[in-house]
């Protein structure tokens, strides 16, 4: 979806959108609002992935300051993302900085649940201004 508002598919002969890949590691079923959890994509990289509000993220799993992995830190009610080794924050649903000492905004990625399932492909709309919406 261009909103990156999670797809979600119930049942039937539903398939992965185009270009989207399974994550390893994780079910839809298992993600808990307000948790961050670790999840690898076909190729090896691992993205930190959660939901808010009913909404599925992901991103690359690393803070573009120091390279910790984020899926180590906190997400909260607000939809702010925190790094937990240097505080940095940013908005879930898209990415942005919202407090150093990070400058550089995330690497999204879109988020489909089909079938218990999540896909991603690398998120293609474009961000959102401010908070964490």
């Given amino acids: 979806m261009s909103d990156g508002a999670p797809a ?7 398939a992965a959108p185009e270009g989207a890949v399974l994550l390893g590691g ?4 298992e993600v808990q609002p307000l948790q961050l959890y670790r999840a690898t ?3 090896g990289t691992a993205l ?6 009913g909404r599925f993220f992901a991103v690359k799993d690393y803070c573009p300051h120091a390279e910790f992995p984020l899926s180590e830190g906190t ?3 607000n939809g702010e993302l925190e790094c937990c080794w240097h505080g940095a924050r940013f908005a879930c649903a898209s990415g ?3 407090r150093g000492p990070a400058e550089s ?4 990625f879109e988020v489909f649940a089909v079938n218990g399932d999540l896909y991603v492909r690398r998120g293609t709309a474009p961000l959102q201004s401010g908070g964490a919406a």
């Fill in 75 to 77: 997400l909260y009610a």
């Fill in 41 to 43: 994509m076909p190729n």
């Fill in 96 to 98: 942005k900085v919202l």
């Fill in 26 to 29: 994780i079910t839809a079923d």
């Fill in 8 to 14: 979600s598919v119930g049942s039937g002969d539903a």
């Fill in 48 to 53: 930190c992935v959660g939901v808010h509000e």
């Fill in 105 to 108: 905004d995330l690497v999204r």
